[in-house]
């Protein structure tokens, strides 16, 4: 066994900030936590800057990244943006598809980001073709997790309709497997590997017919992985789903078995009281997702009743209008400021731990997120001599990652003991700018 330290200038120690700790690692874990080490041990790898636990994206659409500056230009909904997104997804190919999500991580490592949750549904080739190996695209986001260096939670996506039990449309016949029996069967193929876990996910009750859910949720139940769905992101679902089935989304997912404490709704943003309860009382997470939802012109969901009902709460970058966790969870509480007019809905530190540590359960990562003897040695580094992090009291660092920090400010980041950000360079990916640029590009061509 090899053990290395690594020394933190300030670290938040998940209701404090303690300065000079000394981290040591052992085979991709915390093996040791020493506080009051007031100068880097011999041999310590110094950390200088504000450390946390490492953040946890629990929502990613990679392929969105080359929507960025495409989708903002002149107007619409949701629905127009989802037009635009298909002729993106009708590109891709295995190869361009790892490389773009090759650099779509790094870009995440860049950002503190060390576990990513991959919502994963374009399965097939373009009109649904099958590859030789039916989950070649789903392998390319493994493999790019493993090549930019971060932790990976697949979540095998099974989108099988266009709208209460329409047929898939054109677009979409290459994320169908016809029924939900045969997309759990080609998921059962997937392997886990030490950086990469397999979970499930409903792309939404519209895309997957009512009498299917339940095959999806046992899937998920049986291997006790992780199971998301996007949940009433738009009211026209939530008007299309009363007018099929005579209830809300979320009374159906219940109904259907689909609730309990290893599901996370996404978005979960147009929800009736008995929604919440119904969410909170199961113990169903939620991932919200602040600049994609105000990207699309989604709303603000209730966030603060959906907690307060015992939902707990993680965040993602979904469509990756910009990838940064600090600012989304600063958007949390911005968000429900201008809505309520009142402040103080969070403090700092609940939304780092949505950041970090609830994030990484929802992802199957119970064993990360925290600072502490036996987790896994994954956290990131905040410089706090930035332009927009100079001034504050060290003692203050949660308040100041959250309300002042962005993904610019990100020094280190540290992946089972492994440094894969240094000194705000990508140690794997030399050029992430330019890797993103050429395979955006190529899904241009």
């Given at each position: 066994?090899?053990?290395?330290?690594?020394?933190?200038?300030?670290?938040?120690l998940?209701?404090?900030?303690?300065?000079?700790?000394?981290?040591?690692?052992?085979?991709?874990?915390?093996?040791?936590?020493?506080?009051?080490?007031p100068?880097?041990?011999?041999?310590?790898?110094?950390?200088?800057?504000l450390?946390?636990?490492?953040?946890?994206?629990?929502?990613?659409?990679?392929?969105?990244?080359?929507?960025?500056g495409?989708?903002?230009?002149?107007?619409?909904?949701?629905?127009?943006?989802?037009?635009?997104?298909?002729?993106?997804?009708?590109?891709?190919?295995?190869?361009s598809?790892?490389?773009?999500?090759?650099?779509?991580?790094?870009?995440?490592?860049?950002?503190?980001?060390?576990?990513?949750?991959?919502?994963?549904?374009?399965?097939?080739?373009?009109?649904?073709?099958?590859?030789?190996?039916?989950?070649?695209?789903?392998?390319?986001?493994?493999?790019?997790?493993?090549?930019?260096?971060?932790?990976?939670?697949?979540?095998?996506t099974?989108?099988?309709?266009?709208?209460?039990?329409?047929?898939?449309?054109?677009?979409?016949?290459?994320?169908?497997?016809?029924?939900?029996?045969?997309?759990?069967?080609?998921?059962?193929?997937?392997?886990?590997?030490d950086?990469?876990?397999?979970?499930?996910?409903?792309?939404?009750?519209?895309?997957?017919?009512?009498?299917?859910?339940?095959?999806?949720?046992?899937?998920?139940?049986?291997?006790?992985?992780?199971?998301?769905?996007?949940?009433?992101?738009?009211?026209a679902?939530?008007?299309?789903?009363?007018?099929?089935?005579?209830?809300?989304?979320?009374r159906?997912?219940?109904?259907?078995?689909?609730?309990?404490?290893?599901?996370?709704?996404?978005?979960?943003?147009?929800?009736?009281?008995?929604?919440?309860?119904?969410?909170?009382?199961?113990?169903t997470?939620?991932?919200?997702?602040?600049?994609?939802?105000?990207?699309?012109?989604?709303?603000?969901g209730?966030?603060?009743?959906?907690?307060?009902?015992?939902?707990?709460?993680?965040?993602?970058?979904?469509?990756?209008?910009?990838?940064?966790?600090?600012?989304?969870?600063?958007?949390?509480?911005?968000?429900?400021?201008?809505?309520?007019?009142?402040?103080?809905?969070?403090t700092?530190e609940?939304?780092?731990?949505?950041?970090?540590?609830?994030?990484?359960?929802?992802?199957?990562?119970?064993?990360?997120?925290?600072?502490?003897?036996?987790?896994?040695?994954?956290?990131?580094?905040?410089?706090?001599?930035?332009?927009?992090?100079?001034?504050?009291l060290?003692?203050?660092?949660a308040?100041?990652a959250?309300?002042a920090?962005?993904?610019a400010?990100?020094?280190?980041?540290?992946?089972?003991?492994?440094?894969?950000?240094?000194?705000?360079?990508?140690?794997?990916?030399?050029?992430?700018?330019?890797?993103?640029?050429?395979?955006?590009?190529a899904?241009?061509?």
């Amino acid at each position: 066994m090899t053990t290395r330290t690594y020394w933190l200038e300030h670290a938040w120690l998940g209701t404090y900030v303690e300065p000079g700790v000394a981290v040591d690692v052992t085979d991709g874990r915390i093996s040791a936590v020493r506080t009051e080490t007031p100068a880097p041990p011999p041999g310590a790898e110094v950390l200088r800057g504000l450390t946390l636990p490492g953040l946890a994206n629990a929502h990613s659409h990679a392929f969105h990244r080359a929507l960025r500056g495409t989708v903002q230009v002149g107007s619409g909904t949701f629905w127009t943006w989802r037009e635009l997104m298909y002729g993106f997804a009708d590109r891709l190919t295995p190869e361009s598809y790892h490389a773009l999500a090759r650099a779509v991580y790094a870009e995440m490592a860049l950002a503190g980001v060390t576990a990513v949750g991959e919502f994963h549904y374009v399965h097939h080739a373009p009109g649904g073709a099958r590859y030789a190996d039916p989950n070649a695209m789903g392998e390319a986001l493994i493999a790019a997790a493993a090549d930019a260096g971060i932790r990976i939670t697949l979540l095998d996506t099974a989108y099988l309709s266009s709208g209460f039990g329409a047929p898939p449309n054109a677009h979409q016949l290459r994320f169908s497997d016809g029924s939900a029996e045969d997309w759990a069967t080609r998921s059962a193929l997937l392997k886990e590997r030490d950086h990469a876990r397999i979970g499930a996910a409903i792309h939404s009750v519209r895309a997957v017919p009512a009498a299917q859910l339940a095959t999806v949720a046992r899937w998920a139940e049986e291997r006790r992985a992780p199971l998301h769905v996007h949940l009433s992101e738009q009211t026209a679902e939530n008007d299309a789903c009363r007018d099929a089935h005579g209830r809300t989304p979320t009374r159906l997912l219940a109904d259907h078995g689909v609730l309990g404490p290893r599901t996370t709704g996404v978005h979960n943003t147009h929800l009736t009281d008995e929604d919440i309860a119904l969410i909170g009382g199961s113990g169903t997470g939620t991932c919200m997702c602040p600049t994609t939802e105000r990207d699309l012109a989604d709303g603000i969901g209730p966030a603060v009743a959906l907690q307060a009902a015992g939902s707990p709460l993680s965040l993602g970058s979904d469509s990756h209008a910009v990838i940064d966790l600090l600012e989304e969870a600063r958007a949390m509480e911005l968000n429900e400021r201008l809505r309520s007019r009142t402040r103080g809905h969070w403090t700092a530190e609940a939304l780092l731990r949505a950041a970090s540590g609830d994030g990484h359960a929802a992802l199957g990562w119970e064993e990360a997120g925290s600072l502490e003897q036996g987790a896994l040695a994954d956290f990131t580094t905040i410089a706090l001599d930035s332009v927009r992090t100079a001034g504050p009291l060290p003692r203050l660092g949660a308040e100041t990652a959250v309300f002042a920090a962005s993904a610019a400010d990100v020094r280190h980041t540290v992946v089972a003991g492994r440094q894969i950000v240094r000194d705000g360079a990508h140690t794997l990916v030399p050029d992430v700018p330019g890797a993103l640029a050429a395979a955006v590009a190529a899904l241009r061509d």
